[in-house]
T-cell receptor, first 114, second 115 residues
Framework: GDSVTQMEGPVTLSEEAFLTINCTYT??????LFWYVQYPGEGLQLLLK?????DKGSNKGFEATYRKETTSFHLEKGSVQVSDSAVYFC?????????????FGRGTSLIVHP | GAGVSQSPSNKVTEKGKDVELRCDPI?????LYWYRQSLGQGLEFLIY????????KSGLPSDRFSAERTGGSVSTLTIQRTQQEDSAVYLC?????????????FGPGTRLTVL
């Protein structure tokens, strides 16, 4: 079945550091790939997405490129801020018989210190 | 507001009691999803609705869990005879349709604690 593997956290960085959160997936067919962010006390919000190979999703300075050859969708940001502290979830959605139910990774907690 | 709302935000109950969790989706969204988020785990899919029907109930962990949706809007997740392992954050999401392109919008969740 479909699965998503994320690097375990927490990831602790100083402000303005470079961020990478690794995500790899296993799926049949050609799924769409997503990153969601969950700020403390809030629900998940879609951060960015990519729907086909070599697509790059970007939002709020975050980027991720859909790499079919390595089945990866790593999240990157050039300079993190304290306000980026949150839990980040990688997810995929494929046809799954028409339900398109997402498969989520376990989440990676990011802590950014001033 | 215009987002997905859930109530209550927190629920503490005793083992063996029944609980009801409510989700108000975004107006006009025909698809509604329930997930469970346990500490240190990802999101576990429970059930989804297309309109008022639930085509896929395969994620419900046991027959103590049930859900319904009325009027194509509000949904209620009911857990009977709660157990300590039911403690988790229950998240609801809605989308315009059940499709690959429609974004899921999540509510803030209900934190359930079973003592």
């Amino acid at each position: 079945g479909d699965s998503v593997t994320q690097m375990e956290g927490p990831v602790t960085l100083s402000e303005e550091a470079f961020l990478t959160i690794n995500c790899t997936y296993t799926a049949t067919g050609y799924p769409s790939l997503f990153w969601y962010v969950q700020y403390p006390g809030e629900g998940l919000q879609l951060l960015l997405k990519a729907t086909k190979a070599d697509d790059k999703g970007s939002n709020k300075g975050f980027e991720a490129t859909y790499r079919k050859e390595t089945t990866s969708f790593h999240l990157e940001k050039g300079s993190v801020q304290v306000s980026d502290s949150a839990v980040y979830f990688c997810a995929l959605r494929g046809p799954k018989g028409g339900s398109y139910i997402p498969t989520f990774g376990r989440g990676t907690s990011l802590i950014v210190h001033p | 507001g215009a987002g997905v709302s859930q109530s209550p935000s927190n629920k503490v109950t005793e083992k063996g009691k029944d609980v009801e969790l409510r989700c108000d989706p975004i107006s006009g969204h025909t698809a509604l999803y329930w997930y469970r988020q346990s500490l240190g785990q990802g999101l576990e899919f429970l059930i989804y609705f297309q309109g008022n029907s639930a085509p896929d109930k395969s994620g419900l962990p046991s027959d103590r869990f049930s859900a319904e949706r009325t009027g194509g809007s509000v949904s209620t997740l009911t857990i009977q005879r709660t157990q300590q392992e039911d403690s988790a954050v229950y998240l609801c999401a809605s989308s315009l349709r059940v499709s690959l392109v429609d974004t899921q919008y999540f509510g803030p969740g209900t934190r359930l604690t079973v003592l």
